[in-house]
């Protein structure tokens, strides 16, 4: 990964969540990772590392609803475009494009059956059979990925 520009809303949200999760960290590593990620972030810059822990403030921040609470629309807005661009939301884009390319060779297919499995907290199965053809995929914290495509 080429070290990735933060500027604007996104790197003063980005700024203040490392902040306040630096104010209650207190393994030392830990804190050594948060204060470079803040020495990252007023450069402008996040390089591979700083990325990894950006990406764990801000999941963080936004699955608690910390960021819309504070900072509103536009700053859940400006943090979920960055998470987007950091490496594992790179990930999590391109694994909804490919599940939506397989559902859409369902499109205009007679629907068979569909079925949805709890597999642990977070994290669900689905499974859609349609003219013979069966799309299966899971569902969880680390977005959607598709099993199977059988006919």
């Not at 949200?13 to 804190?31: G, H, K, S």
């Not at 972030?41 to 390089?47: I, S, Y």
């Not at 499995?117 to 013979?132: V, W």
């Amino acid at each position: 990964m080429s070290d990735l520009p933060v500027r604007g809303e996104a790197a003063e949200v980005l700024r203040a969540e490392a902040q306040a999760v630096l104010a209650l960290v207190l393994d030392p590593e830990r804190r050594s990772r948060l204060a470079d990620l803040i020495a990252a972030v007023d450069e402008g810059l996040l390089d591979e590392e700083a990325a990894g822990a950006a990406e764990e403030v801000l999941e963080l921040a936004l699955s608690s609803g910390r960021v819309r609470a504070l900072y509103g629309p536009e700053g859940e807005t400006a943090i979920v475009s960055l998470l987007r661009r950091l490496p594992r939301g790179r990930a999590a884009v391109e694994s909804a494009r490919e599940v939506t390319a397989a559902l859409a060779s369902l499109e205009g297919r007679t629907l068979e059956g569909v079925t949805v499995h709890a597999l642990s907290p977070g994290e669900f199965a689905f499974s859609i059979s349609a003219d013979g053809l069966e799309l299966s995929a899971r569902l969880g914290r680390g977005g959607v990925r598709l099993n199977t495509i059988a006919i």
